[in-house]
């Protein structure tokens, strides 16, 4: 799978470009289950598109749905040849994964325990079953989250075949750049993580102080509406408490707690941190936070003086996803081993490990 990615992804994004074009037809045509239609509140998503009209988004779907389709399979099985196809890709790469969708993909992964309990116990049974969580609006949203992906995938993979790069690395002949250096990577990737933690420190600081009675950057009305809710507070408490934890697992990408394992997981202590463990989650985090922090900068600014508090923190999302992202990006270059596909680079070194691993 991994050595294959290119063209299993490439495939991929044209199956499903395929599918949204077939869709775009069908809710056109005045099918059932037009994603975007106007629906009750407590159904209707924040997604850029909620409440577009199908007589305008469903044909531009169809189009691009059917287009995308082609160009995939050429990037796939094509020879690069400039820059139109990549420009291209990047489109739907950008607009789907980072644009278009809102806060779900976030709240699925941090509430995705919870999800797997109710799921298989019922606990806690306020709603009627599953679907009353996912229902189709919200899951629509994780599908454009996901098309998105794979469009990032497919267009990455063409880009590096144009550089005449590995596609498995990115590597070319040569010197690498000076700022790709490992050395150089923990400089900036420590500035990376200093942001990364900061930019959620207002999120903690606001839903902390609520819990505790402060309503600050809130009216009181809407503070005293959040205590007669039941489990809202604490869901607030809850996720802030996620984002300190977070902030804290960030300072691994730079510190040597993440290359070796620390003594107190004691039945790995001493023992090489492989790289993915710590890539992958912090990628996933990463990603679905840009989109949710860019929903809070869509969110109407009524009573944006006194009500500061719900919005501004959320749109620092942006920030902390983007320095996130780039702090795994300098984690990724510093603990890359010489890679399988194209035998270029040099075996890793772990610069805050200076001593022997076991």
């Known amino acids: 799978m991994r050595k294959n990615w290119p063209v299993w ?10 599918a949204y074009g077939v869709l775009g037809v069908f809710w056109a045509s005045g099918g059932r289950g037009y994603p975007f239609a106007k629906v009750e509140d407590d159904r209707a998503t924040a997604s850029l598109l909620e ?32 820059w139109l196809l990549q420009a291209f890709g ?16 976030l709240a699925i992964l941090a509430l995705s325990p919870a999800l797997l309990v109710f799921a298989f116990t019922g606990i806690p049974g306020a709603q009627g079953g599953l679907e009353d969580v996912l229902y189709w609006h919200r899951v629509n949203v994780l599908l454009m989250f996901l098309g998105g992906l794979l469009w990032a995938a497919t ?51 606001t839903r902390v102080a609520w819990y505790f009675g402060w309503p600050l950057g809130i009216t ?3 503070h005293q509406m959040m ?46 941190v492989p790289p993915s463990r710590a890539i992958v989650p912090a990628t996933i985090v990463a990603l679905v ?8 900068v869509r969110l109407p600014g009524d009573n944006a003086g006194s009500l500061w508090g719900l919005a501004f923190p959320g749109m620092l999302w942006v920030v902390w996803g983007t320095a996130l992202g780039a ?11 010489t890679c399988t596909r194209c035998h270029r680079g040099e075996p890793a070194t772990d610069l805050l490990t200076p001593e022997p691993v076991r």
Not at 289 to 296: D, S
Not at 327 to 333: C, D, I, N, V
């Open 9 to 18: 992804t490439g495939c991929a994004t044209a199956l499903w470009s395929l």
């Open 51 to 82: 409440g577009a009209p199908v007589d305008v988004v469903a044909p531009v779907l169809a189009v691009l749905g059917f287009a995308g389709a082609v160009v995939a399979v050429l990037m796939t099985v094509r020879r690069p040849r400039g």
């Open 90 to 105: 990047a489109v739907p790469a950008v607009g789907l994964a980072l644009v278009v969708p809102d806060y779900t993909p």
């Open 155 to 205: 267009t990455i993979a063409y880009h590096r075949r144009a550089r005449e790069a590995c596609v498995s690395c990115g590597r070319r002949h040569g010197p690498p750049a000076a700022w790709t250096t490992p050395e150089a990577a923990l400089r900036w990737g420590r500035r990376a993580v200093l942001v990364a933690v900061v930019s959620n420190v207002p999120y903690e600081f």
């Open 220 to 222: 009181d009305e809407f």
């Open 227 to 272: 205590v007669d809710t039941p489990g809202m507070l604490e869901m607030g408490l809850g996720l802030a408490l996620l984002g300190v934890g977070g902030s804290v697992l960030t300072h691994g990408l730079v510190q040597r707690w993440g290359e070796l394992y620390p003594r107190w997981i004691w039945w790995r202590a001493g023992r090489r």
């Open 289 to 296: 936070l840009i989109p949710a922090g860019l929903m809070n």
């Open 327 to 337: 702090a795994t990006y300098a984690y990724y270059l510093r603990r890359r081993t």
